[in-house]
């Protein structure tokens, strides 16, 4: 086991100010290994659905539902598993390497696929429900996916998890997935402000940091969620 000096605490809580700093510290050290990570995953699909949404016609309405679904049931549930198993291993003091951690996390994949794929309908439901039941469902399932990915449980006991995990921290999720979403606001802006190949390319780049450094906001989330929980019952 090599010694990584990029080791960073996963045991005690933080608040959303100090996982937003230790979200960017990480990315400061590892940006090209966090950047490759997701961009396996994200710049394939993102490739694809470009194709699709610019054949004639736009593509059929069952093809682009179809890329939606994939994006729920497997894009954002790798990319969560590989940036949750990168973090475990530096918290373990373990430097993370490209092979291992995408080992892993195709390994939990289909636990973390079904947890976000409840998670995600249950809150589109919710928000089809006059919007504010989707949002509370979006804070009370916020971490199932990292749940999933870290504690290698079933789907059920994922999303039981989240709800204890969460039950106390409303306002404290609702704000770290504020931020996660001005942050995915602001590169779709910057996604549609052109159409030349320079800024497609650009765009492309800002979703995969986008996506990578959203999820690893989650991620440390789930963390200081599980300290504090911890702490609760010692």
Do not use: C
Not at 87 to 109: E, K, N, Y
Not at 123 to 152: D, T
Not at 211 to 222: D, E, G, K, P, V
């Amino acid at each position: 086991m090599n010694s990584n000096p990029d080791q960073i605490s996963l045991d005690h809580p933080r608040t959303i100010g100090e996982i937003v700093r230790a979200a960017m510290g990480i990315y400061a050290r590892r940006p090209l290994f966090f950047l490759a990570l997701t961009g396996a995953i994200v710049v394939p699909y993102e490739v694809l659905f470009a194709l699709v949404s610019s054949s004639k016609g736009g593509g059929s309405t069952a093809l682009v539902l179809l890329l939606a679904l994939v994006d729920l049931a497997l894009v954002n549930p790798f990319v969560t598993a590989l940036e949750t198993q990168a973090l475990v291993d530096l918290g373990a003091g373990i430097q993370p390497s490209f092979g291992t951690v995408f080992t892993q996390a195709l390994r939990v994949l289909p636990v973390v696929a079904a947890a976000e794929i409840i998670a995600g309908l249950s809150e589109f439901m919710g928000l089809a429900l006059f919007v504010l039941p989707g949002v509370y469902l979006a804070v009370r399932m916020a971490v199932a996916a990292p749940v999933a990915a870290v504690e290698q449980t079933d789907w059920l006991d994922a999303i039981r998890r989240t709800l204890v995990l969460t039950r106390r921290n409303f306002w404290r999720v609702l704000a770290l997935l504020a931020i996660q979403g001005l942050l995915t606001y602001m590169v779709a802006v910057i996604i549609g402000a052109g159409n030349t190949l320079t800024s497609t390319i650009l765009g492309l780049l800002f979703a995969v940091l986008a996506q990578s450094f959203t999820t690893l906001l989650i991620s440390l989330l789930y963390f200081d969620l599980n300290a504090r929980a911890a702490l609760a019952a010692a």
